[in-house]
């Protein structure tokens, strides 16, 4: 019997350390598919494709803010409470056209901000349109430009909104997704831009990603898959 | 042609066994869990962090945490492989020994060497030192990974969460303390009490104030004196004897002796009740026990030394296995209490047990009343409070305080030594065999001795002593005179017979206790009051002339004892008795005096036999008993008879093998029986003998008896040698005519007892002689 135990106890012995080094060898092969972008304080997760790169921007960018209206106490706050990454599908990170809309690689960013109290009190969900692009204007001058030549408007809109989702999130998250197409003076220039609101409307989370629209097309795929992991867990 | 050489014989000497050839030296093989651990430990902390990584972040898979922890986290990863190379390089050493001794002494040689250099402490530091590193480097790693953090900010900021999180501990504590508190309050308060300490100043009872046991006393004196200096031992090697077992029987002032030595010691004293350590609830006992010696230490390290005092010691009970009867230091001897007489006296006419010597008796108790092995009087001991007792006596000595077991050791230096705690351990008990025999080895109760009974000059001390309290007109020879007609007297039944005389004198309306009120309560207090019972004359006379029988054969062969009084006034069972007095306190018989004994249990038989024309009343019964029950002891045990063998020996067996088997005489076969009958006959003849010449002093005690119906032992000798007694005229017995007198009445007892008519019977009166006077 002691003897069998014994036997028994060799193999476990070297089935262990043979498991292991098996995890590990299969593991180590096969490099990660996804990088993850994540603000854990904030609750805010992001998978991007593993070829692309992405970096924490420094200083408050102040996206969508009129910083005139800011006070110097409420600037130090979002100073403190801002998080911004840039991503950047191309092969290398470029911090300084990161914004540029007419990239051929996707680029763009995710943010979390701290909403000032008065924007808190008075933000809707259909002010979100309005965050980085004024969508309802685009819309009215489009409007105007078809009526006054209709032809030429719609041949070459300077303005179309090719998506336009309302978001329900688990725990109360809220907001937009929306696409569209600019007409820039380099070219067609598509932005896709998630805002979303926690239940309370403190925080506003925004991933947004803009390139040329070939570009877009392109990667539409990719783009799609970045904005559907787009995660928000609030921290209560 | 060569012939072989003779063999040399071969040198006388230690065979030498062959020695085995040497196997080849390997690596010893690692048990499994050796085997194993640091694999598990480092897969364990792999799978935490991926665990860690997959609970962090909603959106990432198992494979992605893995993967992403493969490139994180590869160190752990490296460990593991290395872990994995050294089990290997483990396992070829315990198969090759090349391998193994190419490794142990090439490559690791010196290190190890150096390492052997070391005591077995400092390694043992080094080693418990890395321990820590290693559990306190795993712990920030994962403290480190739960606060997503590095380890070193983690370390740094521990502090700080430490403080954060203190008010939840502070409540968890406090939870915890409600709840476990309050059973610790419970026990705590279960656990008081049954102790108390007495400081020199507060008992005045001194040594001198100890009388009649000078020989304990000084002993008591000699290891009071080393725990007061104890350097006058300890300087030379030796150590302060630690404990003390007073035993004896009941009020010889074991307790006086305690409480004198708390007078007397410069100690703290520590008295503990007798039932302190009862509970009700299990294992208080042993919390008590405990708490006990942490006061002794305490106090012990702060005065320099403690005595603690456990009365009635044999409350603390036994484990079952004890000496038993053979507590063979100091079987008690020559015990005479009331205890035995009463037991043994029951069912006779007269006190069959009186007659007997002390070891006589002893014997008879014995084969009465056998004291259960192991059960003496105490309960036993199961809870553990006994063991918890032993090993605080004499257990391992532990280093003292939380600083020195705790701080010392967590900072990596060698406890101090304990202290040397000086505790002397005393204890008194009645019944010594009910003590563990565990509790009475040397060095725990090194020191036993026996409070006897007190000494004459002791007791002679103690009557001054007592007396001295009342007004009384009593001698200085009447109390030497007490004390030897009292061998057995306490100081605690001393006060007790004085303060009896007192109450006698008080109810005769006296104020000034005199000399035959201290008789009076002697006799009272020893063999209590008697019943009021008026015998019919014809019963009277042969109950007295039952009793003069014996009282004449102990006066006439009793050479060690003398008769202290006789009766027959009856007590409850008991018709009449004539109680000796021992001479001296004696250890051992001699057979003769066995024989005398058993004379004057037979008396009875004889004498009634003798003058009742062969006829005898069942009132000899007792008397035959204890008769038979000596002789046969003393043939089968002490070679009274004509055979050397102990029977008990036989008895018992031999080899293991019982003897009470088929053809084994064992204790009463082999014509044991009508050994002892033979016995009895020729014990019986030397009876009648002397009885048959002393037919006058049987019939004059007989007379004395009938008038007096209680006599001292001075007023028989005063008979016997016709002198004047305390309360009669012997004198009176001697003249001519007496004889007559008493044969003519004896002659009309006989008659009326055969139930022939006879005349009223009279007790003839010698007041002429003024008989029942006292004396002058």
Redesign the interface.
Known sequence: MSGRTSTL?GR??LV??AL??A??LL??C?????Q?V?N?DAGT???IPSAWQHQLMPGPAFIGIDTRNVSPEAARTLATREWVVGIDAAPKFDDRNLLLPDAADPKGFVQVRQLLPEEAATLSTNDLRNQLVSIDQEIQAQEEAVRQNPERARLEPEFLLLAEDLVHREGGVHGLHLVYQLHLGTGLVTVDQTSLLDRDQTRLYQLVFACSSWCYDRHRVEIQKVQT?F?I?PIT | MNQAPPAQPSPIGPVVPPQPEPAPPVRKPLVFWDRIKFLVLFGALFVFVVAAATADNPIMGWSDAVREQVSSSWWLLALIAIEVVRQIHMLIGERSSEYYVFWTDRVFGRFERRLRQLNDWNRYRIGRALKWVATAAVFAFVYARIKHDSVFNAIIGLPGDIWRAAPFVVQIMFIMFITIGQFALLFWFLSRGGVDVYFPEDIKTRFTDVWGQDHVLSRVKEAVFYLEKPQEIESRGGYVPGGILLWGPPGTGKTLIAEAVAGETGKPYVFVDPGAFQAMFFGVGVMKVKSLFRKLRKLSLRYGGVIVFFDEADTLGNRGQLAGGDFGRSTPSGHADGSWTGLIGSGGSCNGMTYASNSARRQLVEARFVVPGGGGGGQSSFDGTLQALLTEISGLKKPRGFLNRVVRRALGMRPKPPPKYRIMVMMATNMPQSLDEALLRPGRIDRIYKVGYPSKEGRVRTFNGYLAKVTHEVTPDQVERLAVMSPYATGASIKDMVNEALIQAIKAGREVVTWPDLLRAKSIKEHGLPDDHEYVERERHSIALHEACHAVVMYRLQKHMVIDMASIERRGDTGGFVAPVPLEDRFVDWRSEVEIDVMTFLASIVGERMFFDGDHTQGVGGDLHAATELVARSIGRHAMGSTLMSRPALASGLDGNPAHTAGSPGYLGGGFADEVEAKLQELYQRTEVILSDNRREVLAVTHALETNKTITGEDVEAIMKGTLGPTLDGRRYHEPDFLDLAEEYHLSAVQAHRGHPTEQLRLPDLSRAAASAGPD
Request: hydrophobic content about 45%; proline content about 4%; cysteine-free.
């Open positions: 106890r476990v012995a262990v350390p292991l080094a995890v590990v593991a180590g096969g490099s990660a598919r996804y993850y994540t854990k997760f992001l998978k992991s995660t867990k």
